[in-house]
C-alpha cells in the first residue's frame, strides 16, 4: 500500500508540474494572468474586475457561473489583450499525462457538458463525486472540463426525473405567519471532537421495543419498532409554506427545482383551538396538494394552543405531554403511508418556542418526544420521527437559551436515541461560507459573527456528530430540517439589528454558500434529508419579513439567483 501511495504522489507531482508549465507558457503569451481569490469574493467581482465574462473564467477554470469560490483559490483570468476571445479549455492541458486509464468492460462513458460538475454527474449515476474522482484519477473533483470523458462503473443506471403532475389551484385559508429566524448568539465553545464509531445506545424501557439504530437487523419479535430513517441517506428539500397560499404554484416551484422532500411547519395553536375539536380539513387540503405533488412530507409539528398550556407568554410546550402526544397520533393515524416524517417541535433551547415556569429543559423536550414517539408509531410504524432542530446558540444562561451542543448532550443523557429515528439540526452559516471553520476571519470585510463555532455550517454538522458518536448513536443521520443563507441584496430594506449579516452576503455568494452547503452535506456521508429553508416566505411575509432574507422567490414570486442555482445542481 505504501508503494502504491509513493507511486501516486510521483504521478500528482509530474502532473503539477506539466500542468505548471503549460500555464506558463501561455503565461508568458499573454494569453491570460492568474488571480488569488479573496475572502468574499465571487466570479462576478471578478469578471467585473478584469472586464471579462462570468462564462468566460468559468470555462477557463472548469467551473459553472454557481461554482463556490474559497479564500487562496488561484483562478485563470484572461489578459487584457484577449480579455473577450475564447480560451482554450484549461483542463485539457493542466492534466497531460494524468487521463483516466482506459475504459473498462462494463463501464458507462458520460461526456462533459456544459455546466456540468462532477456532483451533478455523480447524482445521475446513483455515486458520489469523491467516487468519480478516485475512479478516473481526477485530483481536485472541481476541475473538470466540456468534453471530458468521465468513466462510470458497473453500469449503474442513470436517475429518471420524477413525473410533474398536474395540479389544480387552490389557495389555503391564511394560518398565521411562518416562525421568525432564530437571533439568539453563541458566547461558549463547541464540545471535543473524538470521531470513534460505538454500537447503539442502550436497552429501552421493558415496556416498549425498539431497534438500535447501528447497523443490526430488525428483530423478529412481533411489534418491534424499526428506526425507518436508517436507510434514508442524503436527499434535496425545502421548506414552503402554504397556508394562505396557491398551492399548485408553490409545488409547480417544487418540482421544477427537483427536490424530494418538502418540510411545512403545523402549529398546533391553530388547528386545536380547544380540545380535541381539530380542524382536519385544513391539514387535509395541506398534506392532499404536497402529496398530489409526489414529493416526500415532513411535517413540523409545534407551538402548544393556549389550552394545553401552563403559561401565556410567547410560544411553548404542554403542561401535559400526552395532549401532544394525541394530537400527533391522530395525524400519524389519518395520513399513514402519506406523510413520511414528523419533526417533534422547533429550537426547543430557546426560552420563546419553550416559555413555561418549568424553563427550558432537555429532559422535558425529550419526555415530550417520548411521548409522541409511541403515539405516532402506534399509528404508523413506517413514519419517520425526527428530534426537534435546535436553534444554533451558544448563549447559555438557562433561561433565555441553552447552548445547542450542550442542549444536544442533555438529550442524550435524558434518553434521546431511544425515541427518535434521526436527529434534527440547523446548521445555519449566517455570513460566513459553508465550508469555513471557526475562528480563522474567514471575511475581514464582516465585523461580526464569526467569533464562536455556532455561526459555521460545518461546524454544528461536524460537532453534533462528535456529540453523536461519543453517545454511541453513530448509526443515526442528521436531518438538517432548517438551513440557509440570507441576503438582503435587491430587497431595499434595513434587516434587523440581529439579522445584519444578510447585508454581507451578495445574491451570488447566496447561491453558491447554498449549493455548496447540500454538496457538502452529501460528501460527509452522515447527513440526511437536507432543507433549504425557504422557498416562498417573501410572498407570505412580504418585502421587509425577515424571513423574506432567505426566500429563494423574492416578493412578487420571481425566482432570485439562488433558485436558478440549485435547480442546476439538483437537476
Not at 145 to 160: D, S
Not at 528 to 557: H, I, K, R, W
Request: proline letters at 9%.
Amino acid at each position: 500500500m505504501q508503494h502504491v501511495r509513493r507511486w501516486m504522489t510521483l504521478l500528482l507531482v509530474l502532473v503539477a508540474v506539466l500542468g505548471a508549465q503549460t500555464v506558463a507558457r501561455a503565461q508568458d503569451d499573454g494569453q491570460f494572468t492568474t488571480h488569488t481569490v479573496q475572502a468574499g469574493e465571487t466570479l462576478t467581482s471578478i469578471a467585473s474586475q478584469y472586464n471579462t465574462t462570468v462564462e468566460l473564467l468559468a470555462q477557463m477554470n472548469g467551473l459553472t457561473a454557481a461554482s463556490y469560490l474559497t479564500p487562496g483559490q488561484i483562478l485563470l483570468v484572461p489578459s487584457a489583450s484577449g480579455a473577450m476571445q475564447a480560451t482554450p479549455v484549461p483542463g485539457a492541458d493542466q492534466f497531460p499525462t494524468a487521463g483516466p486509464p482506459p475504459v473498462q468492460t462494463g463501464e458507462i462513458v458520460h461526456t462533459v457538458r456544459a455546466g456540468e460538475t462532477l456532483f451533478r454527474i455523480a447524482l445521475q449515476y446513483n455515486t458520489t463525486a469523491e467516487a468519480l474522482a478516485q475512479y478516473n484519477g481526477i485530483p481536485d473533483p472541481r476541475l473538470i472540463y466540456v468534453g471530458q470523458q468521465i468513466r462510470i462503473p458497473t453500469q449503474p443506471q442513470p436517475v429518471a426525473p420524477a413525473p410533474q403532475p398536474q395540479l389544480q389551484e387552490t389557495v389555503f385559508p391564511t394560518a398565521g405567519p411562518p416562525p421568525a429566524e432564530e437571533t439568539v448568539f453563541p458566547t461558549a465553545g463547541p464540545p471535543p471532537v473524538d470521531e470513534t464509531v460505538f454500537p447503539t445506545a442502550g436497552p429501552p424501557p421493558a415496556d416498549l421495543q425498539v431497534t438500535p439504530t447501528v447497523g443490526a437487523e430488525p428483530p423478529a419479535e412481533p411489534g418491534a419498532i424499526v428506526n425507518q430513517a436508517r436507510n434514508v441517506g442524503f436527499a434535496f428539500g425545502v421548506q414552503i409554506h402554504l397556508p394562505g397560499q396557491p398551492g399548485a404554484t408553490v409545488m409547480e416551484n417544487v418540482n421544477a427545482l427537483n427536490m424530494q422532500w418538502v418540510k411545512q411547519v403545523i402549529d398546533w395553536s391553530l388547528y386545536e383551538t380547544s380540545q380535541g375539536a381539530v380542524d382536519w380539513a385544513a391539514i387535509d387540503a395541506l398534506v392532499e396538494t404536497m402529496d398530489e405533488a409526489g414529493v416526500n412530507i415532513l411535517l413540523t409539528v409545534t407551538n402548544a394552543p393556549g389550552w394545553a398550556r401552563d403559561s401565556v407568554e410567547e410560544n411553548g410546550p404542554p403542561a401535559d405531554p400526552a395532549t401532544y402526544a394525541a394530537f400527533v397520533g391522530a395525524m400519524a393515524q389519518r395520513y399513514a403511508g402519506v406523510v413520511d416524517a414528523y419533526e417533534i417541535w422547533d429550537s426547543p433551547n430557546l426560552r420563546r418556542a419553550w416559555n413555561t415556569p418549568r424553563g427550558i429543559s432537555a429532559a422535558d423536550y425529550v419526555a415530550l418526544l417520548q411521548a409522541a414517539f409511541t403515539a405516532i408509531k402506534a399509528a404508523d410504524p413506517a413514519a419517520i420521527v425526527v428530534s426537534a432542530g435546535l436553534a444554533p446558540t451558544g448563549f447559555n444562561d438557562g433561561v433565555n437559551a441553552i447552548d445547542d451542543r450542550v442542549y444536544l448532550m442533555q438529550m442524550y443523557e435524558a434518553g434521546v436515541a431511544q425515541w427518535s429515528d434521526a436527529i434534527g439540526a440547523h446548521p445555519n452559516g449566517w455570513a460566513n461560507p459553508p465550508d469555513s471553520v471557526c475562528c480563522q476571519n474567514n471575511r475581514p470585510a464582516v465585523p461580526a459573527w464569526d467569533d464562536h463555532p455556532s455561526f459555521f455550517f460545518r461546524d454544528t454538522l461536524s460537532d453534533y456528530r462528535a456529540i453523536m458518536v461519543e453517545n454511541q448513536d453513530s448509526g443515526t443521520y442528521i436531518w438538517a430540517t432548517e438551513f440557509g443563507w440570507g441576503s438582503n441584496d435587491g430587497l431595499n430594506v434595513t434587516p434587523p439589528e440581529a439579522l445584519g449579516f444578510v447585508e454581507f452576503t451578495s445574491l451570488d455568494e447566496q447561491a453558491q454558500y447554498i449549493v455548496r452547503g447540500f454538496e457538502l452535506g452529501r460528501e460527509l456521508g452522515y447527513v440526511g434529508p437536507m432543507f433549504l429553508y425557504n422557498l416562498n416566505f417573501c410572498s407570505v411575509v412580504g418585502q421587509t419579513g425577515e424571513q423574506c432574507l432567505f426566500s429563494l422567490l423574492d416578493p412578487a414570486g420571481n425566482p432570485r439567483p439562488a433558485f436558478f442555482a440549485v435547480e442546476a445542481m439538483a437537476d
